[in-house]
Structures are given as C-alpha cells and as structure tokens.
C-alpha cells in the first residue's frame, strides 16, 4: 500500500476525476479518503461501493465547495474524526457551455470564481495547519486549458490559469514547512463532463471523435490515470513542488490549424 495510515480529502469525488483519484488512494493507497459532492445519495453509494473493496476506506461528506463554511466543515469533520489530515485534493470544478465573453455576464465569472478558484484558496487554507504538522501535500485540479487558451472559455480559461498560478505562490510559502504543493492539468479526460458536452453538441459522434483526435495519442485520459498521477505525486514525487503536471496525452504540441481563414 503505497499511501497507507495516511488521511486524503478529495473534493468532488463522487464522479469523474475526482472518483478516479478517491478510487486510486483507497485501492491502492491505502488511505482513508475523505471525499466531497453536493449530492448525498451518489456520495454514500461511492463510498459503499469502495468499502466493499478497501483496501483503504472512503468517507462521504456532504459539500458545495462555493460555500466557505461547508468546506470549512469539510476540513475541520475530516481532522476531527482522524486527528490528521496529509493529503488535499482540490478537484471539484465545472466548465460552462462555450461562448463569447459577450454572453457572460460579470455575474456569471463572480459565480464560476467562487466555485473553481476562492473553494481552493478556502481549502488550502483551513487544511494548511493541519497539512504543515505532518509534512502533507496539496493537489490542486487546473487545465492545460489555463496555459494554452481555449475557444469562447473565457471565464473556466480565468480560473484555471489562477489555479496553477496560486499552486506556485503557495508552494514558495509552504516550502518552509516542507509542505509540497502541486497541479495536475488534464487536457481531455473522459468524465461525465465530457459527456454532458458531447450530449449537449449537434453532432455527439463527431464531437467525441474531436475530442480523441486532439491528442497526440489518439484518444482521451482516463480517470484512473488522473487517479494515478495523484497517488504518484501524494506517496512518490517527494522532491516536487510548485510543479503543473501536464496529463494531456501530448495535445499541446506540433501545429493544428487554428483558424478558419485560409
Ligand atoms: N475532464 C476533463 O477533460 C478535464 C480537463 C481539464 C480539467 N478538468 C478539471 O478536473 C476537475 C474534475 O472534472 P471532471 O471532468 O471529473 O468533472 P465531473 O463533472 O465529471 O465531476 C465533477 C465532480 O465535482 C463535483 N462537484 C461539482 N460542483 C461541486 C460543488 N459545487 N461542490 C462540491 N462538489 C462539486 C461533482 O459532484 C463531481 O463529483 C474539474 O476541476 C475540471 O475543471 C477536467
């Protein structure tokens, strides 16, 4: 067990990235996890479902991480039961349908802030005091999307780019503590969110197969190697901090066209 007598908190784990991540500290970590979502009913069928399994065990609370003080519970429930908290996920996020910067309104980016970036600034630090007495580490979810643009995401495009942004200034500060703080930046990982885009789009089939084609290797991460890179970065990578760890499948790299002009 790679990550074993150690304590996690996951936000978002009831799908997608963020179960890939709470599946791979239980199964193969070890770990107790400690894992977040609005929904109830889903959260504690997840975490029935992975205690069948263990070997680690996965806890449901109950969270919306745009509100402060429930993830101020969430952090203060988890050391309360375990007495220890080691490893932070910040996963939970939410990319609206695309537009122009015209067709969001201000009020749409105060919304997509609070849930995407001021929840991980909250997060950090209600667990920091606790993360510092154990040399913890903190995982904050971004996007390649926050280095490299994208088409009418002005706002996810905001949040993502801070995200890595205050990844580095925190792991200057925490470096004194021997606290390591990281970013993972998946390009397209199939989840849910994946597939409520391709449900929403004129021509599903096409849209996935877009979705495959733009990396390098010819299709979409999967949310166990998300889950992997995260134990990885957690148990293993103990000499790495203020890192954004591209998971893209190369999608970054050579030229594509870029214009409709031409
Ligand atoms: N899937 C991708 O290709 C991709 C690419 C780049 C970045 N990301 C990032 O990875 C993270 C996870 O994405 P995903 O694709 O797994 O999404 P998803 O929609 O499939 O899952 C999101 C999870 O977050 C939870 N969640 C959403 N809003 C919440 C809130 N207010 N409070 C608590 N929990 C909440 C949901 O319950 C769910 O468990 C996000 O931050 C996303 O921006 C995903």
């Known amino acids: ?5 150690k304590v996690v908190v996951v ?4 799908k997608g990235i963020g179960f890939g991540c709470v599946r791979a500290f239980v199964e193969e970590g070890g770990s107790d996890v400690v ?3 609005r929904n109830a009913e889903d959260g504690q069928a997840v975490a029935a479902h992975l205690n069948t399994h263990g070997p680690g065990r996965a806890h449901f ?3 919306d991480v745009s509100k402060v003080d429930d993830v101020r519970t969430l952090i203060d429930e988890t050391v309360g039961k375990f007495g220890r908290l080691d490893c932070l996920i910040n996963n939970a996020g939410w990319h609206p349908d695309h537009k122009p910067i015209d067709d969001f309104s201000v009020q749409d980016f105060r919304h997509l802030l609070d849930l995407n970036l001021v929840s991980i600034f909250a997060a950090c630090k209600f667990a920091l005091p606790h993360l510092r007495k154990v040399k913890g580490n903190i995982i904050n979810m971004s996007s390649l999307v926050g280095a490299i643009g994208q088409l009418h995401a002005t706002t996810y495009v905001a949040t993502k780019g801070a995200i890595t942004a205050l990844t580095k200034a925190l792991a200057v500060d925490e470096a004194e503590y021997e606290v390591r703080v990281n970013a993972v930046s998946p390009g397209n990982v199939y989840t849910p969110l994946w597939q409520e885009a391709i449900d929403a789009s004129d ?8 979705g495959e084609a733009a990396q390098l290797l010819g299709r ?3 949310i166990e190697e998300a889950g992997r890179l995260c134990l990885y970065l957690a148990a293993e990578a103990t000499f ?3 890192v954004d760890h591209v998971l893209s499948g190369g999608a970054e790299l050579g030229y594509g066209r870029k214009t409709r002009r031409g």
């Open 1 to 5: 067990m790679r990550y074993k007598d």
């Open 11 to 14: 936000t978002g784990g009831s």
């Open 35 to 37: 894992f977040c979502a």
């Open 61 to 63: 609370v109950q969270c």
């Open 203 to 210: 021509d599903p089939a096409a849209t996935r197969a877009s």
């Open 220 to 222: 979409m991460g999967t």
């Open 240 to 242: 790495t901090t203020g």
